[in-house]
């Protein structure tokens, strides 16, 4: 059982920054594969960005890399999501997800644990 808290949203202007936070809860924390979604409204969930147990591989959407940056920091149970250049098309829910096991990283089904969600907002 794993508990994953989130924090850091919020409205801000386009070209502002946000950084997300997700704190772990219930599992060993450095078993984990860490991603994040987003939902926006009338859309479906996507994938936006994920990181690997050890922080050797860190994968995003084409739509923000470069932008967005995702980090991990063991010792405190909790996965980052800076993001910086925010433009409206960013505005989403976004939730954080935990996996246990080995899967494809882009696949929600792959991710065992998930966050509340928390809301951004991006204006223009």
Known sequence: QVLLVESGGGLVQAG??????????????????????????GEEREFVAA??????YAHYRDSVRGRFTISRDNAKNTVYLLMDSLKPEDTAVYYCAAAE????????????????????????
């Open 16 to 41: 502002g920054s946000l950084r997300l936070s997700c704190t772990a809860s219930g599992r060993t924390f450095n078993t984990l594969g860490m991603g994040w979604f987003r939902q926006a409204p």
């Open 51 to 56: 990181i690997s147990r050890n922080s050797i």
């Open 101 to 124: 096991g080995i899967g494809v990283y882009l696949t929600e089904s792959t991710y065992d644990y998930w966050g509340q969600g928390t809301q951004v907002t991006v204006s223009s």
